[in-house]
């Protein structure tokens, strides 16, 4: 059987998606931290009616909050081109099912 053009690229896509599926629940797991971590501090200064300086908590978790985002729109590019690959991949072997010469792939 004659090499499929889309399969390597697919590969490929596929541990691009795996990877940005990782850091994707990384950066969920920083921003929720981040935001647990501010919200303990508010209730707290709530409680005690003293609010100290807690802008650094605040840069943290838009920091974070950022990093999320960045993770987001990396994982939906990849799971695109995931989508796309693969429907490119059905029709390069229906192609050759049918038998469409290799130089008409493209």
Known sequence: MTDLL?????????????EARFRYAEAALALAQARGKLEQVVDKAFEQKRFRPIEALFCEEEAALKVY??????????EERCCILRLAL????????IGVPRQRFH
Request: hydrophobic residues 50%; proline residues 0%; negative net charge.
């Open 69 to 78: 985002e960045e993770a987001v729109a990396a994982l939906t590019r990849i």
């Open 90 to 97: 059905a029709h390069e072997r229906m192609l050759m099912v």
């Open 6 to 18: 889309c399969l390597k690229a697919l590969d490929e896509a596929c541990r691009d998606l795996k």
